[in-house]
């Protein structure tokens, strides 16, 4: 990256003034002895040479321009080094506001043991990835996604089969390539009663029957404690549920009963063959949720995830609206093959720029 050079504030005095007739940037971060500049693509603003923002309070940088420059693309810069991830595209006439960071693109993943749940009268850990930026810029808050399997999403070491699902990294990799914005993710961990917790009332073979709990379980006691705990937007937009096999029914279902908590949900090689199928001819009436349906080519339940696509369908869901169905080729019902295409919904959910403050 070139030196960035700062434009005079001087030269440019209308560009700092916010009226109607202005785009305005204004950039949350705390620069310390630092300053924010703007780099861009239209006016005083270049790729190489930097407009100054304006100091205000709260460690707010603040920058506008000329409604007639029309769409701008744009990126914050402290000192010479550009924020990371993709561009920041501002129509005409917005306000946006924008929280970026600017040291190495790698979150973190905790872990919070010994979760009590009183409507299983279990309990379990929580493995808890926190984006690159949660650490560096203390006035972001975060989309959360909430996924089932938590030993399996980021460590080989607790993954059931020895292979996990890389969700750190892919999300990691997302968000420095700028096709996905920052996000924490939950993984809510399985207990001995995976089967009857991910399913509803009762498959003739496995049983199940206590979805009912565990769902209360994430919204009554999980979600509260998360968004407590951690620096999170908590409305249903910036809320999202995912997970494979019968994680992935169970995902799908708790959106279908709960739309006023989650606004995105995700069924990873879903196992819609439960109970003869009940989940696809007993489908609900359409709510507004984004839903991620797929399977692989390879045993993973395909024919069924297609009815499952064809029944939405029916129900008013529009593809590439709130419905995306993709088929694996070649993918099967494992985590190795959920790690190669995890990158679909996360980047459908939570494309870069698309979270609102």
């Known amino acids: 990256m070139k030196m960035i050079k700062i434009a005079a504030l001087a030269a440019l005095p209308m560009l700092f003034i916010a009226n109607a007739g202005a ?16 780099v861009g693509d239209k006016g005083p603003m270049s790729w190489s040479k930097g407009a100054a923002a304006k100091a205000g309070a709260g460690n707010v940088w603040s920058y506008s321009w000329p409604d007639e420059l029309g769409a701008v693309s744009m990126k914050p810069a402290l000192g010479e080094q550009v924020s990371i991830g993709g561009v920041y595209k501002l129509a005409a006439g917005s306000t946006v506001d924008i929280y970026p960071f600017f040291g190495a693109p790698f979150g973190k993943v905790s872990i919070m043991p010994g979760i009590v749940s009183p409507q299983l009268k279990n309990s379990r850990s929580l493995r808890i990835y926190l984006p690159p930026s949660y650490q560096e ?23 059931a089969y020895g292979v996990e699902w890389g969700i750190d990294e892919t999300v990691n990799r997302l968000i420095a390539t700028g096709a996905m914005d920052e996000v924490i993710v939950v993984g809510i961990d399985n207990t001995p009663d995976r089967i009857p917790e991910y399913t509803p009332c009762c498959d003739p073979k496995h049983g199940g029957g206590k979805l009912d709990a565990y769902e209360a379980f994430i919204i009554d006691t999980v979600k509260p404690l998360i968004d407590k705990t951690l620096r999170t937007l908590p409305g249903k937009d910036t809320t999202a549920i995912m997970g494979s096999s019968l994680g992935g029914i169970a995902s799908v279902a708790i959106a279908q009963h709960h739309p006023e908590v989650f606004s995105k949900a995700g069924g990873v090689s879903s196992s819609f063959w439960w109970n003869d199928k009940a989940l696809i001819a007993k489908l609900p009436t359409r709510v507004p949720v984004r839903f991620y349906i797929d399977a692989g080519t390879n045993d993973d339940g395909l024919a069924e995830t297609m009815l499952m696509r064809d029944a939405m369908l029916r129900r008013g ?10 088929a694996a080729e070649g993918g099967s019902h494992n985590e190795k093959s959920w790690a190669a295409r995890v990158d679909k919904p996360l980047t459908w959910f939570f494309p870069w720029g698309s979270t609102t403050y």
């Open 137 to 159: 810029n203390a006035a972001k808050r975060y989309p959360v996604l909430y996924m089932h399997d938590g030993q399996n999403l980021f460590d080989a070491k607790t993954a």
């Open 23 to 38: 785009t305005t940037v204004r950039v949350h971060y705390d620069a310390g002895k630092g300053s924010v500049a703007i």
């Open 317 to 326: 869901y529009l593809t590439g609206v709130d419905l995306f169905y993709y």
